[in-house]
């Protein structure tokens, strides 16, 4: 029954993002192709990739090279709609979802305008978030969530569609979940689908940026009310894994679903074009050789700066563990399962992680925010004893 649940939402998706793109490609294209040209003025004056702050010019540099020579170019329109929408000026292998917003806007608003906006939606997403942490799980967990967003560098992301997207899908699926009542167990057993429709979601607007944010954020969210409402009865671990196995089929189907359709409208091979891409992400190749501890490092010297921070980190799992495993050994394990999972990430794809890791280390905001949580609840625990 599940699966039939499962299926009929995951139909209604597929079609409604097919539908969308292909509306999206049916707006008149003046005003678009103006502000998709008048772009370009910025990104001579900036460059391929500007970064916003000289002291730490990986972890703020703005991926100008994504938003003006990928996606606002995209937004011109050549052909059919439905064939725009699919092929994608041969980035067929992605949803482009992004083009569902993006192309409205441009046609009103030039790109300085359309950072502004991101910025707003960013500033005030942020805000609400931290409240509703605040208020439902404790004010230490909305510190902790706002540091873990500062070392991200959130100040940037206006000025970057790339970095933005799977933010702002992450922080409004957050707000959700903290506004509805989990203590309903009817809901908390949707939970699983709920992420689903979020790993769904990731795949159809994000272009491979740091999509576990999305997953691991919220996700370490549902742990920390699930652990506060003593009422709720329920395994966090196996809680863990089924949600985070939900996200992963939603994201992965959605991805699938995508070669298929295009296949289908393109009368082309995706698939074989995919995999092909999917295997140079996986392993690289002569060019672009792995290094997977060069890969690895790069991405945590980009977020933490410096190399003590890792025993830092291993110091409070390790003191955390020590005063949680007797009374919530599931709770400590499904925290630190969620503090690995973007270095399993990582090691999945590797050569994408080791290319793009001024932008990957994000990822790592998950790590960031499970391991603070471990202290508040060890130090709220110490205080009982």
């Known amino acids: 029954m599940q699966i039939i649940k499962y299926a009929k ?57 994504t938003d003006m020579l990928v996606m606002i170019p995209l937004m011109k329109r050549e052909g059919s709609a439905i064939g725009k929408a699919m092929d994608m000026n041969g980035y067929s292998r992605y949803w482009h979802g992004y083009t569902t917003f993006l192309r409205p806007l441009l046609t009103v608003f030039n790109y300085q305008q359309i950072r502004i906006i991101y910025n707003i939606v960013v500033l005030s997403l942020i805000c609400t978030c ?13 510190l902790s969530f706002s540091l873990s967003l500062a070392m991200i560098h959130v100040e940037v992301f206006g000025m970057s569609m790339q970095y933005s997207n799977v933010f702002i899908i992450t922080m409004i699926s957050s707000i959700f979940l903290l506004r509805n009542d ?61 949600c985070s196995l ?63 921070f890792i025993y830092l980190l291993c110091i409070i799992a390790l003191i955390s563990g020590i005063l949680l495993i007797k009374e919530k050994p599931l709770l400590w394990l499904s925290l630190i399962c969620l503090s690995i999972m973007p270095y399993v990430w990582y090691m999945a794809l590797a050569n994408h992680s080791q290319i793009h890791f001024f932008f990957t280390f994000r990822s790592q905001a998950v790590t960031l925010f499970s391991v603070m949580s471990l202290g508040i609840l060890s130090y709220m625990q110490w205080k009982k004893r």
């Open 130 to 142: 931290f409240y509703f942490i605040a208020q439902r799980i404790g004010f230490l967990f909305a």
């Open 246 to 308: 939900a996200w992963a089929i939603g994201y992965s189907m959605t991805w699938a679903s995508k070669w298929l359709i295009a296949s289908l409208i393109l009368h082309r091979n995706v698939f074989s074009e995919a995999l092909n891409q999917a295997a140079f992400r996986v392993e690289g190749n002569a060019e672009y050789p792995l290094n997977r501890y060069e890969m690895i490092y790069n991405n945590f010297h980009t977020m933490f700066m410096y190399d003590w």
């Open 9 to 65: 939402i995951f139909f209604v998706l597929i079609a409604s993002y097919v539908i969308l793109m292909w509306v999206a490609f049916s707006l008149p294209s003046g005003m678009i192709d103006k502000h998709s040209s008048d772009a370009f003025e910025i990104f001579k004056r900036e460059g391929v990739y500007y970064a916003v702050n000289k002291d730490y010019p990986e972890a703020t540099q703005v991926d100008n090279f």
């Open 182 to 242: 989990l203590t309903s167990e009817q809901y908390l057993k949707n939970s699983t689908i709920y992420f689903f429709v979020i790993g769904s979601i990731t795949n159809f607007i994000d272009l491979l940026t740091y999509p576990v944010f999305s997953l691991g954020m919220p996700l370490c969210l549902l742990i920390l009310i699930i652990n506060k409402n003593s009422e709720i009865k329920s395994n966090i671990l196996y809680k863990v894994i089924g």
